[in-house]
């Protein structure tokens, strides 16, 4: 079993910046990739980011490219995404998730097999 959970998010004016971390327990994730997921009020939940097992290869979603920056530090068993230029369309639930295979990059929530509560970023015009 592996345990996700979220923290970093909050209320931030429009241009603002906010990291977000998401911390595993139980099984290790570090062979993995790992994903940011966002589900904006009353819309479907959306692919943010994904980063392979050592950090070397990362996606990012159209709408967020050049602004978030994904990482993480196996060390720590800690996926990080760092928010900038935030606008009030960033404003979203934000889950991270473990993805259920080693060798690819997902973009899609169903191969994705362990997920966390979220964490609510909500950006103010």
């Known amino acids: 079993q592996v345990q996700l959970v979220e923290s970093g998010g909050g209320l931030v004016r429009t241009g603002g910046s906010l990291r977000l971390s998401c911390a595993a327990s139980?099984?290790?994730?570090?062979?993995?990739?790992m994903g940011w997921f966002r589900q904006p009020p009353g819309k479907e939940r959306e692919f943010v980011a994904v980063i392979n097992w050592d950090g070397a290869i990362t996606d990012y979603a159209d709408s967020v490219k050049g602004r978030f920056t994904i990482s993480r530090d196996n060390a720590k068993n800690t996926v990080y995404l760092q928010m900038n230029r935030l606008s009030p369309e960033d404003t979203a639930l934000y889950y991270c998730?473990?993805?259920?295979?080693?060798?690819?990059?997902?973009?899609?929530?169903?191969?994705?097999?362990?997920w966390g509560q979220g964490t609510q970023v909500t950006v103010s015009s």
């Open positions: 139980g099984r290790t994730v570090s062979d993995y990739p």
């Open positions: 998730a473990k993805s259920n295979t080693k060798w690819t990059m997902p973009r899609r929530g169903e191969e994705y097999n362990y």
